[in-house]
């Protein structure tokens, strides 16, 4: 019995041990998953400080300001509000509203002019600052003169449009250069940069969205647009606060003689067949895909036969929409990146006609045969729409990077996004054409139907222009060698930037 005892009281001591080292395991693993979790929530925070700490935190603060608020935040704000402002206050007609986005957009156009004027012309010894308090003052003054006349007349109200435009996209310029600047001064943080920005842009334009319909229904369109003088106020902040050092000295007498050698080059560069040729595409698909969104906008609104959806709904969809936009960007990031540009822009081009055909679907109602409802299928399609474009619209960005010639990326890049939005505003007006001529107005939406067929039938006429673009990879050279291992390059601010306007034109092209 002595001996029993003994391996009772041996056992239950090996238990004990046992459940105490069990115990400590869980603790452990439990202290290992909230480690963890903390890691991953103090990351974000850590990655920011060790930005600001070497980047210095106004240029930070400027990237979070310009492509978050004003970009990301504000053109959510922006789209939305001007939509019902055309539709509920100026009561124009949706070709009509078609037009005037267009006309709105020209800043954007000319984004090479004021890249060319941050670069090359200081003002009291300051390429930046200035400009961002330009822009800032422009947008407030703008945003703030709409909000507060009601019966304004239409070409009042397009001139404070544009004027609110040229303040986004001047800030956008200037911010673009200073992302430069500091790719070159600091080139291991370059691609950290370029996350910051896209970053900003994604989750500003989803608060964004998330949030416009409810306000545009509380406070109007007008209402909004007074909101919308606050980003402005905060680029004014951006242009105060920004550490900038002052150049001394500056020869203003040699700036023309800079833009007249910058304009030869790029000249020289677009006579080449290699560079023309895609660069022709590039506009050609854009403008032959006619864009006749506010045509859907009015009929998913205002149609009696249509889906009414509320001012909420529109700005919930269009959130949704934007996920689906950053769905393109990561599976054409992680899948389909290397592989030829001819094959890739075949298939998202052809993709890209095949999705208009849920537009068809829906004003149609035959989403409602299949007993699937409005709301459903609408995210449904704005998603798939935002995510095809978005695929179109990357290699496109990839192909334009690798036609700038060493020594005037920074321009030269600006310069092909110049051509692409242009395709976009011939796009634009081209739907609103379409619209007119199809007779859709606020009321009749009898021949929406036909509008959009022959819209997604131009969509895939650019395939039988696929020749247009080299079959080579994105890791293959473009241009001839000649070119692209020539040293000459302009001496001039602007040509010592990167090409960092990738960022910004895609927002700008999710926007539309």
């Given amino acids: 019995m002595g001996e029993e005892a003994k391996l009772q009281v041996h056992s239950e001591g090996e238990e004990a041990k046992l459940q105490i080292h069990g115990e400590e395991g869980e603790e452990v693993q439990e202290s290992e998953h909230n480690d963890r979790i903390c890691s991953s929530i103090c990351?974000?925070?850590?990655?920011?400080?060790?930005?600001?700490?070497?980047?210095?935190?106004?240029?930070?603060?400027?990237?979070?300001?310009?492509?978050?608020?004003?970009?990301?935040?504000?053109?959510?704000?922006?789209?939305?509000?001007?939509?019902?402002?055309?539709?509920?206050?100026?009561?124009?007609?949706?070709?009509?509203?078609?037009?005037?986005?267009?006309?709105?957009?020209?800043?954007?156009?000319?984004?090479?002019?004021?890249?060319?004027?941050?670069?090359?012309?200081?003002?009291?010894?300051?390429?930046?600052?200035?400009?961002?308090?330009?822009?800032?003052?422009?947008?407030?003054?703008?945003?703030?003169?709409?909000?507060?006349?009601?019966?304004?007349?239409?070409?009042?109200?397009?001139?404070?449009?544009?004027?609110?435009?040229?303040?986004?996209?001047?800030?956008?310029?200037?911010?673009?250069?200073?992302?430069?600047?500091?790719?070159?001064?600091?080139?291991?943080?370059?691609?950290?940069?370029?996350?910051?920005?896209?970053?900003?842009?994604?989750?500003?334009?989803?608060?964004?969205?998330?949030?416009?319909?409810?306000?545009?229904?509380?406070?109007?369109?007008?209402?909004?647009?007074?909101?919308?003088?606050?980003?402005?106020?905060?680029?004014?902040?951006?242009?105060?606060?920004l550490k900038e050092s002052q150049t001394h000295n500056f020869a203003y007498q040699q700036v023309n003689q800079n833009l007249t050698d910058a304009a030869k080059a790029m000249w020289n560069t677009l006579k080449c067949p290699e560079v023309w040729q895609p660069c022709l595409y590039m506009y050609l698909s854009f403008a032959l895909s006619v864009d006749i969104q506010e045509g859907m906008f009015y009929w998913a609104t205002d149609s009696a036969g249509g889906p009414q959806f509320s001012k909420e709904y529109i700005g919930y969809i269009s959130a949704v929409a934007s996920i689906g936009a950053l769905l393109g960007a990561i599976l054409y990031q992680y899948g389909l990146k290397d592989h030829s540009f001819r094959d890739l822009l075949f298939w998202t081009q052809l993709l890209f006609g095949l999705s208009g055909m849920l537009d068809l679907v829906l004003v149609l109602r035959l989403n409602l045969k299949f007993g699937i409802p409005d709301y459903f299928f609408m995210v449904m399609d704005a998603s798939v729409s935002q995510m095809v474009g978005r695929l179109k619209w990357m290699p496109l960005l990839v192909l334009s990077s690798k036609l700038c010639p060493p020594g005037i990326e920074g321009t030269f890049f600006a310069l092909l996004m110049s051509i692409d939005n242009t395709g976009l505003l011939t796009s634009t007006w081209g739907g609103g054409l379409l619209l007119h001529v199809f007779k859709i107005t606020r009321t009749k939406f009898h021949n929406l139907w036909l509008a959009i067929l022959i819209r997604n039938i131009l969509r895939i006429t650019p395939l039988s222009l696929l020749f247009l673009v080299p079959r080579s990879d994105p890791n293959s050279s473009i241009l001839p060698d000649e070119m692209s291992d020539s040293k000459e390059t302009i001496d001039t601010p602007a040509t010592q930037n990167e090409n960092i306007e990738l960022v910004a034109l895609v927002h700008n092209m999710d926007t539309r």
């Fill in 43 to 241: 990351a974000p925070v850590n990655w920011f400080k060790m930005l600001a700490m070497e980047l210095h935190w106004s240029f930070v603060f400027g990237v979070v300001i310009v492509y978050g608020i004003s970009q990301g935040l504000g053109g959510a704000f922006s789209r939305i509000s001007t939509e019902y402002y055309m539709k509920d206050v100026q009561k124009v007609q949706p070709s009509e509203s078609q037009v005037y986005s267009g006309i709105t957009s020209i800043p954007w156009i000319v984004k090479p002019l004021w890249g060319l004027l941050t670069d090359a012309v200081p003002i009291l010894g300051y390429h930046r600052r200035p400009y961002f308090l330009f822009a800032g003052f422009l947008g407030f003054v703008s945003m703030l003169f709409l909000s507060l006349h009601k019966n304004l007349h239409i070409v009042l109200a397009l001139l404070s449009l544009t004027a609110g435009s040229a303040a986004v996209a001047i800030a956008d310029v200037t911010v673009d250069a200073c992302v430069a600047q500091n790719s070159g001064s600091h080139p291991s943080l370059a691609a950290d940069m370029q996350s910051l920005c896209a970053l900003s842009s994604s989750v500003g334009a989803l608060v964004g969205f998330s949030l416009s319909g409810i306000l545009v229904h509380l406070l109007g369109p007008m209402g909004v647009y007074g909101l919308l003088s606050i980003p402005a106020g905060l680029v004014v902040l951006v242009g105060v606060l």
